[in-house]
């Protein structure tokens, strides 16, 4: 026979076991070891829901309804805490069930598979918690090694980090009554969880996925504990898939300083840019030095610094090079070509003898940029341009009309233009080109603005939602107690949101316009 079953279940009775877990203790948030040794922010006790007698019927039922449309004549629980949840499907719906033995007899028959079954009949395996679903693919093996067959799955709570993928590739169909996305969203909700809470979580599981390595796919690049997967673009019509990482952005990239960029970026896992806004040049060198490791891009603007001297600007070139990183001096250009030529290669800063990259408005017309080309090819070294399309200042004047001519201004001037500063993504298939975004803080709890105009967002919103690369944070860093370890948090919290949005998008690595 071939199981079915009908009946739903409402958000608000979803959202109340949920709860319910939580309230029971088989959610936990802390500090967990997990049996892989990772430290883990969330621990999943679903062995509890036994002394639940409701709550684990509620669940079984879930379970259930989940596996409307699955054909299958047997069901088994991954042993052990899986096992009621198996067994409350078999007695309520009256689908015959088999055993998974964790450990084979010594004795007797020495069956890992105990039950009735025919040979071909198909097994649904139910499982509490999947990962990176290990024990499930366990159990298949089993189930399949004495004549069943194994085509889905079904999970009470899916973590998101890469089981589903993984259970594919080895023909199983995973379906999920639950993702741990809608658990710390339920629970933050219900305030059962602060909102900092759940996005430390959801950085944590973004930060440590799973991933299968696909047939006929570009092998991943694997570095720092972490794997990026080349992402499947479909091309025309029979034409073999491509894939793209910020390895392959770097070499589609025609600025050789984006380039650069996005390989800092790759190899030191981090797309974020401080933006050391402070007033003596003791002071800069200094987060310069201690925040070094965690950025790929420091930002400055050396007029503010009232010390400032040609040693200032070689000692932060120097730092640069040591730790890794850009840098980039904030001065918006924006006067006529003669006046921007004077300030970057003379003035009281000396610019043009240390910065990697500038950035200049778009007001004055090509001028700005023509100036900026003519300077760097006489200084017989590369320069970057981030032309500033969007600001993130309350009530600014730069419009999509604005921010159109300026990315008619970078296709122009594309030997000078290694991106934009912008609140959000301004070509969306120029993957050579760098998207910049300041006006971020890590908590939505905090206060929206700084009462001086400047507008904020959380680093995933910034990245995953409005699709920006790099992640430009001020006084967020230097004005915190701990600086070295809040530049860490902004660091996670932005690679994970580049993480994300690159496991969502689909690249089509080519020309930059």
């Not at 967990?32 to 040794?37: A, M, Q, R």
């Not at 089981?163 to 059962?192: H, P, Q, W, Y």
Request: negative net charge; charged residues 25%; contains cysteine.
């Amino acid at each position: 026979m071939a199981a079915t079953g009908t009946g739903t279940t409402d958000d608000s009775n979803r959202e109340s076991i949920i709860v319910s877990l939580y309230d029971i203790g088989a959610v936990k948030f802390g500090t967990f070891t997990l049996k892989s040794g990772i430290s883990s922010p969330i621990y999943f006790d679903l062995r509890l829901i036994v002394s639940h007698p409701s709550l684990l019927r509620e669940i079984s039922e879930l379970t259930w309804q989940l596996a409307i449309g699955c054909s299958y004549q047997r069901v088994c629980g991954v042993p052990y805490t899986a096992l009621p949840i198996a067994t409350c499907l078999s007695v309520d719906h009256g689908v015959p069930m088999v055993i998974k033995r964790k450990e084979e007899k010594s004795h007797g028959l020495k069956k890992m598979v105990e039950g009735s079954f025919t040979e071909g009949d198909i097994c649904l395996v139910v499982e509490d918690v999947v990962t990176t679903g290990g024990s499930v693919k366990e159990t298949a093996k089993s189930l399949r090694g004495v004549g069943l067959r194994v085509e889905d799955a079904v999970v009470l709570l899916n973590r998101e980090q890469g089981g589903s993928a993984n259970l594919k590739d080895d023909g199983i169909n995973l379906r999920s009554v639950f993702s741990i996305t809608e658990v710390l969203e339920v629970l933050a909700k219900r305030g059962k969880i602060s909102v900092e809470t759940q996005e430390s979580v959801a950085v944590f599981i973004e930060m440590n996925q799973s991933r299968p390595r696909e047939k006929n796919y570009e092998d991943p690049i694997e570095g720092d504990g972490f794997v990026i997967y080349r992402h499947e673009i479909p091309r025309n019509p029979g034409e073999q898939k491509r894939f793209i990482d910020l390895h392959s952005r770097s070499q589609c990239a025609s600025h050789p300083l984006a380039k650069r960029l996005f390989s800092l970026m790759d190899s030191k896992r981090t797309n974020l840019c401080l933006s050391a806004d402070v007033t003596s040049s003791a002071e800069l060198v200094d987060l310069a030095d201690r925040i070094g490791p965690f950025i790929c891009a420091l930002k400055v603007h050396a007029d503010i610094v009232s010390d400032w001297s040609g040693g200032t600007g070689e000692r932060l070139r120097q730092l640069g090079e040591e730790r890794g990183f850009l840098l980039i001096e904030d001065r918006k250009f924006g006067d006529i070509g003669a006046t921007v030529r004077k300030q970057f290669v003379g003035g009281t800063c000396g610019i043009a003898g240390w910065a990697d990259v500038v950035t200049a408005h778009g007001i004055a017309g090509p001028g700005t940029l023509a100036a900026l080309s003519e300077a760097a090819v006489d200084a017989g070294r590369p320069y970057g341009c981030l032309l500033v399309a969007e600001m993130s200042s309350e009530g600014n004047l730069l419009d999509a009309e604005y921010t159109q001519k300026v990315a008619e201004l970078a296709k122009q001037f594309k030997d000078l233009v290694v991106g934009f500063i912008t609140q959000r993504r301004v070509l969306p298939h120029a993957w050579g080109l760098v998207n910049a975004t300041p006006g971020v803080q890590l908590s939505r709890g905090s206060p929206q603005g700084d009462g001086l105009g400047q507008q904020y967002r959380t680093p995933m919103v910034a990245v995953c939602d409005q699709e920006n690369d790099l992640v430009v944070v001020g006084r967020g860093i230097y004005e915190a107690d701990d600086p070295v370890e809040t530049a860490k948090k902004y660091r996670d919290q932005s690679w994970a949101g580049l993480m994300k949005w690159s496991r969502l998008s689909s690249f089509m690595c080519g020309p930059c316009f």
